[in-house]
């Protein structure tokens, strides 16, 4: 069994995640594998932004996570 952990700029852009499955489909030849994925590049700052904003009252949050839902 062997488990790939891929995140932060391994899935930053398209070009990046094409080369994360090419990585897979060669590494599930050798057996059982999990594949484990973190949140595409700069969504976990993002995350982090959104929350500190909302905890200090700030309502730019509002517009921080509507990235998230946009994908912008």
């Known amino acids: 069994m062997q488990v790939l ?3 932060g700029s391994s899935v930053a852009s398209s070009t990046n995640i ?3 499955v ?6 599930i030849q050798s057996g059982k594998t999990i ?6 590049g ?5 995350l982090l932004l959104c929350a500190n904003q ?4 700030n309502e730019s949050y509002k517009k921080h996570c509507r990235k ?5």
């Open 35 to 40: 594949v484990v994925v973190s949140a595409l």
């Open 18 to 20: 094409n080369k994360v």
């Open 54 to 57: 909302a905890s200090n009252g």
């Open 68 to 72: 998230l839902n946009t994908g912008i």
């Open 5 to 7: 952990k891929f995140g």
């Open 42 to 46: 700069g969504i976990t700052d993002l």
């Open 22 to 27: 090419s990585i897979v489909k060669n590494k």
